[in-house]
C-alpha cells in the first residue's frame, strides 16, 4: 500500500527561526502531486503548498518552501522566519494516478507534525 | 473562496444510534470525501464520490455509508453508533480529478458516542 511517512511527530521552533518538517513517501508512479496542509488548532485545515513530481524547481510560498528530492522520496518543508501563527499541525499529501487510485482525487496523508512556536 | 460546511461542529449520541453528518460545498465541485482524524492516525479516507449518486469505499467504510443525492450535499450515516467511532471528521471537496487539484476541507465535527 502508498505510504506517506512524517517521521517527527512534534516539532518546535523559536519565533523568527526556520524550521524543516520531514515527510518522504513510497511510490513506482513518476506523475504525482505533493501538498503540505496546515491544520491550525480547532481551525480549518488549509493548503500551504503543493509540488508537482516533474518540476525539478522547488515550490515556494511566502515563507514557505519545500525542498523536493524525487530519486529519494523526500518533501520537506522550510518554514522561515517563523510566526506564532505557523503553530498548527501539519500533513504531508500524495496524490498518484490511476495505481493508486489518485485519479479519482484521492489523497493520502502521513500522520501529522505538530509545530509549536515559542515566542 | 471555496466554502465546505458542515452542519455541526460538535456532536454527541448514543451507542446505537443512526447519526447524520451533513456536509455542503458552494462551488459546484466534482469529488467529495469523508475523512476521520484521530490522534497518531492523521486522516483516513472513509468514503468519496465523485458525481451525484456515485460512491466508492476508502481505506476504512465499515460501520459507514454516504449519501449523495445532490452535487453540493455530501453525507456521511453511521447506521448503528459505537464508541469507537467517537472521532473528528472531516469533509473535503475538489474540483475535479486533476492531479494538481487541491482539496478544500470543513471546519470538521468532533463526534462523540457515549
Known amino acids: 500500500a502508498q505510504t506517506v511517512t512524517q517521521s517527527q511527530p512534534e516539532m518546535s521552533v523559536q519565533e523568527a527561526e526556520t524550521v524543516t518538517l520531514s515527510c518522504t513517501y513510497d511510490?513506482?508512479?513518476?506523475?504525482?502531486?505533493l501538498f503540505w496542509y496546515k491544520q491550525p488548532p480547532s481551525r480549518q485545515m488549509i493548503l500551504v503548498i503543493r509540488q508537482e513530481a516533474y518540476k525539478q524547481q522547488n515550490a515556494t510560498e511566502n515563507r514557505f518552501s519545500v525542498n523536493f528530492q524525487k530519486a529519494a522520496k523526500s518533501f520537506s518543508l522550510k518554514i522561515s522566519d517563523s510566526q506564532l501563527g505557523d503553530a498548527a499541525m501539519y500533513f504531508c499529501?500524495?496524490?498518484?494516478?490511476?495505481?493508486?487510485?489518485?485519479?479519482?482525487?484521492?489523497?493520502?496523508f502521513g500522520k501529522g507534525t505538530k509545530l509549536s512556536v515559542k515566542p | 473562496d471555496v466554502k465546505v460546511t458542515q452542519s455541526s461542529r460538535y456532536l454527541v449520541k448514543r451507542t446505537g444510534e443512526k447519526v447524520f453528518l451533513e456536509c455542503v460545498q458552494d462551488?459546484?465541485?466534482?469529488?467529495m470525501f469523508w475523512y476521520r482524524q484521530d490522534p497518531g492516525l492523521g486522516l483516513r479516507l472513509i468514503y468519496f464520490?465523485?458525481?451525484?449518486?456515485?460512491?466508492e469505499k476508502g481505506d476504512i467504510p465499515e460501520g459507514y455509508s454516504v449519501s449523495r443525492e445532490k452535487k453540493e450535499r455530501f453525507s456521511l450515516i453511521l447506521e448503528s453508533a459505537s464508541t469507537n467511532q467517537t472521532s473528528m471528521y472531516l469533509c473535503?471537496?475538489?474540483?475535479?480529478?486533476?492531479?494538481?487539484?487541491?482539496?478544500?476541507f470543513g471546519d470538521g465535527t468532533r463526534l462523540s458516542i457515549l
Open positions: 464520490s465523485y458525481d451525484v449518486k456515485m460512491k
Open positions: 499529501a500524495y496524490r498518484g494516478g490511476w495505481i493508486y487510485g489518485g485519479s479519482q482525487g484521492n489523497l493520502i
Open positions: 511510490t513506482s508512479e513518476s506523475d504525482y502531486y
Open positions: 462551488m459546484d465541485h466534482e469529488n
Open positions: 473535503a471537496s475538489s474540483l475535479d480529478r486533476g492531479l494538481n487539484q487541491p482539496q478544500h
